[in-house]
């Protein structure tokens, strides 16, 4: 492993200073493929330059959209129109980007070609049927390393997994009530639905973030929104523009919980996403007995913002339970999550977060295996953990599985933990955090 595979980690004095939060990665992959659909010019103001949204840029340009980067987070697409992309000529690859490989089905089932989508060998342990069976009822033959949606009796059995074959077609509106409250079926279905003649709808079994929906609208498609019951008309014509992504909430939380846990910081957050889909971590936190003072709060391009200012917590936080409709406001913050709860007062539980097996990693047992070899008290449940608080944590070598989260929530854990943390394997963070050491070793002085 090379040297910049890895991150040591001591224990933090202070946490002082301003931090830009990076682009939003949701709303980065989404602006792309939007404009990419989209008739005319879209620019797009703070991307996320993180590999993963870099991954969906590659693959548009696969399908001979021309796409020009600054290096300051600008970038300009030039739409093509909902049937525009042309067929690849090589192999789609999202690399670690389940978001890209989930929501590019949807455009791809609406493609009078054939496409194989793949990624890396994370990605290839991710289960597709769930975005399969939605498309097959489209009218799209979706074809994984397991089997083939819908076709030899498989159909409601078996999982699937990339690499991909997805034969696209002419597809039939439907109406789809989804199993897991997941944004990336629902936004498949919903990007699959511009191409159906007709009204798609889904049906969510709680709410699940909403930049897909909230980005539609930007860019003209018609959306009917009632209750957890979302439509889209197609097939629909859209109009690029100008996106403005806010800071990355899920990214912001890593150093929330920096600044409540190591002693004497003070953090000013700037432009945080703060979609109400997205602020479970805020909720916890609020609920725990962290103070953040949240201000100059705005809305641009439909998606609201705020700096967020946080001070270390003179009394120690609570433990809580977290779960039901909060857990998909908060899936990915959940490992940073548990390092908080280690340092909370009393018991933590968090349930009906079963999803978080199918991450990255499997983030309940690589957070709870890797927590517990810093001396937390922490138990796997099957679908959460329970973590009893507040232990004293100790400098460990850590596996990150090469999940970004889980390096990330762990560089945070060594940073009030005794002795030396090392990170390996840490290259990862790169797919949604470029610029996470630096900003580390910056406001550790
Ligand atoms: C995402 C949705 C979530 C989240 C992922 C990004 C999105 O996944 O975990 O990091 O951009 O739609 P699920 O929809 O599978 O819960």
Do not use: W
């Not at 690399?95 to 793949?118: D, P, V």
């Not at 074809?143 to 999982?159: F, K, L, P, Y």
Request: charged share 25%; glycine share 12%.
């Amino acid at each position: 492993m090379g040297q910049q595979n890895m991150l040591k980690i001591i224990k933090a004095k202070k946490l002082i200073g301003e931090i830009n939060i990076p682009g939003d990665k949701s709303i980065s992959h989404r602006a792309v493929m939007l404009g990419a659909i989209a008739e005319g010019e879209t620019v797009i103001n703070n991307f996320l330059m993180g590999e993963d949204c870099l991954a969906t840029i590659n693959c548009f340009k696969e399908m001979g959209i021309e796409i020009e980067m600054s290096n300051k987070g600008k970038i300009i697409i030039k739409g093509k129109g909902i049937r525009g992309v042309t067929k690849p000529k090589k192999i789609l690859d999202v690399s670690n980007s389940g978001t890209t490989i989930r929501l590019i089905s949807g455009i791809l089932a609406g493609q009078e070609f054939e496409t194989t989508i793949t990624g890396d060998a994370s990605i290839q342990k991710r289960p597709m049927k769930r975005i399969a069976e939605p498309l097959f009822r489209m009218g799209a033959i979706i074809e994984g390393s397991e089997g083939i949606e819908g076709v030899g009796g498989r159909r409601g059995t078996g999982e699937i997994y990339p690499p991909l074959k997805i034969k696209g077609g002419k597809l039939r509106p439907t109406e789809y009530k989804m199993p897991v409250a997941s944004a990336q079926v629902k936004s498949c279905v919903l990007l699959a639905g511009l191409y159906a003649d007709g009204k798609t709808t889904v049906i969510e079994p709680g709410p699940s973030r909403d930049h897909t929906e909230r980005m539609l609208m930007h860019f003209g498609a018609k959306i009917e929104i009632s209750g957890n019951k979302i439509s889209v008309h197609g097939p629909a014509s859209l109009e690029g523009g100008e996106i403005d992504v806010p800071g990355d909430i899920s990214s912001a939380a890593f150093f929330l919980v920096a600044g409540l846990l190591v002693p004497g910081s003070d953090l000013l957050l700037r432009n945080v996403g703060m979609n109400p889909t997205r602020i479970g971590i805020i909720e916890v936190l609020h609920r725990m007995g962290a103070k953040l003072e949240i201000m100059d709060e705005e809305i641009i391009s439909e998606e609201p913002r705020a700096n967020i200012r946080v001070t270390s917590s003179e009394k120690r936080v609570t433990g809580i339970e977290i779960g039901g409709e909060l857990i998909p406001k908060l899936i990915d913050e959940i490992p940073i999550i548990a390092v908080l709860a280690t340092q909370a007062e009393g018991t933590t539980i968090i349930k009906d977060a079963k999803e978080l097996r199918v991450k990255e990693s499997d983030r309940i047992k690589t957070i709870s295996t890797e927590l517990k070899k810093m001396g937390a008290a922490i138990e796997e449940t099957e679908d959460g953990m329970i973590i009893t608080g507040p232990t004293k944590l100790k400098g460990a070598t850590i596996n990150s599985y090469r999940d970004h989260r889980v390096a990330m929530s762990m560089a945070i854990a060594g940073l009030i933990a005794d002795g030396e943390t090392i990170i390996e394997d840490t290259e990862c963070i790169k797919t949604s955090f470029p610029g996470f050491e630096d900003i580390l070793n910056r406001i550790s002085g």
